[in-house]
């Protein structure tokens, strides 16, 4: 159990584009869900908290209106990368909370921007 | 505020000697603590986790931690390496507390095993 999807897996767009990504607990319900971003041979910084039906927690740093958010269910999040640019390109990976004290990762996205 | 200092950026071990990945903690109250394993171009996968109660913990793998807290450490452990284990390794705490359940990560080790 505690299965976490993430679609696309990898996607490459323009700049001036907008990217979105969602996040799937597929055999839980997420009290909560984690956003956060990669940089090649880095550490995962995290980039917003989110529970549903409440607007996200953004971490100092990270711009609310180019990393939408939306918790729409207990089962999906979705980030977006609005009006993306090459500095945009990362691993976006998110991790879900059934209520205990572990989290449960997602594959990654791998966005590029061209 | 709780922090995490993984010793060691790369690690690299002969196949079927020990693996030893160290971890320690800053942390105003106990915390929890987790090893997660990362693959290549993938996300990040729970190996072992401490909370409460017998300070060895066992995880996947073969992989297990001992928590430590007069040295406020929680090193990582296999006895014999296998191919199969080089991979990103990244050590995780969280503050009970903390009604959000963020984590703090350390920056990861990667492991290699040669032949």
């Known amino acids: 159990g505690a299965v976490v999807s993430q679609h696309p897996s990898r996607v490459i767009c323009k700049s001036g584009t907008s990217v979105k990504i969602e996040c799937r607990s597929l055999d839980f319900q997420a009290t909560t869900m984690f956003w956060y971003r990669q940089f090649p041979k880095q550490s995962l910084m995290l980039m917003a908290t989110?529970?549903?039906?409440?607007?996200?927690?953004?971490e100092q740093g990270v711009e609310k209106d180019k990393f939408l958010i939306n918790h729409a269910s207990l089962t999906l999040s979705t980030l977006t990368v609005t009006s993306a640019h090459p500095e945009d390109s990362s691993f976006y990976i998110c991790s879900a909370n059934r209520g205990g004290e572990t989290q449960y990762f997602g594959p990654g996205t791998r966005l590029l921007v061209l | 505020a709780q922090s995490v200092t993984q010793l060691g950026s790369h690690v690299s071990v002969s196949e079927g000697a020990l693996v030893l990945l160290r971890c320690n903690y800053s942390?105003?109250?106990?915390?929890?603590l987790f090893w997660y394993v990362q693959y290549p171009n993938q996300g990040l996968q729970l190996l072992l986790k401490?909370?409460?109660?017998?300070?060895l913990v066992k995880g996947i793998n073969g992989f297990e931690a001992e928590f430590k807290k007069s040295e406020t450490s929680f090193h990582l452990t296999k006895p014999s390496a296998h191919m199969s284990d080089a991979a990103e390794y990244f050590c995780?705490?969280?503050?009970?507390?903390?009604?959000?359940?963020?984590?703090?990560f350390g920056a990861g080790t990667q492991v290699v095993v040669t032949p």
């Open positions: 989110s529970n549903e039906g409440s607007k996200a927690t953004y």
């Open positions: 401490y909370t409460t109660g017998a300070t």
């Open positions: 942390s105003s109250v106990p915390p929890y």
């Open positions: 995780a705490v969280r503050t009970p507390t903390d009604s959000w359940g963020k984590f703090q």
